[in-house]
């Protein structure tokens, strides 16, 4: 047991865990339901630009590595609270 850890904090990580985890629906065939998919990221397109300008100081969307359900970058874990007890 971890203390002072939370299992969660409701985000969304941008890698290839969550790329792999849609790609069955290409190799089945099945691109409607990899729809939800690719319409995720291009909803929050708005958002990912505003943090390409905001971080990257560029024009064009930029998805965060880690980021909220509303496309909002989020900060990392207090790694120091994290040790195993």
């Known amino acids: 047991m971890t203390a002072g850890c ?5 985000d969304y990580h941008n890698d290839p865990n969550t790329q ?3 790609v069955a629906y290409q190799q089945a065939g099945n691109f409607e339901s990899g ?5 995720f990221p291009w909803n929050l397109a708005p958002a990912f ?4 300008r905001d971080f990257y100081g ?4 930029a998805s965060p590595g880690v980021m909220s359900l509303s496309g909002q ?3 990392g874990w207090d790694r120091t ?3 195993r007890r």
């Open 58 to 61: 560029t024009g064009g969307p």
């Open 49 to 52: 630009r505003q943090f390409a």
């Open 73 to 75: 970058p989020l900060g």
């Open 20 to 22: 792999l985890t849609h």
């Open 6 to 10: 939370r299992r969660g904090k409701g």
């Open 81 to 83: 609270r994290c040790r």
């Open 35 to 39: 729809l939800s998919y690719l319409e």
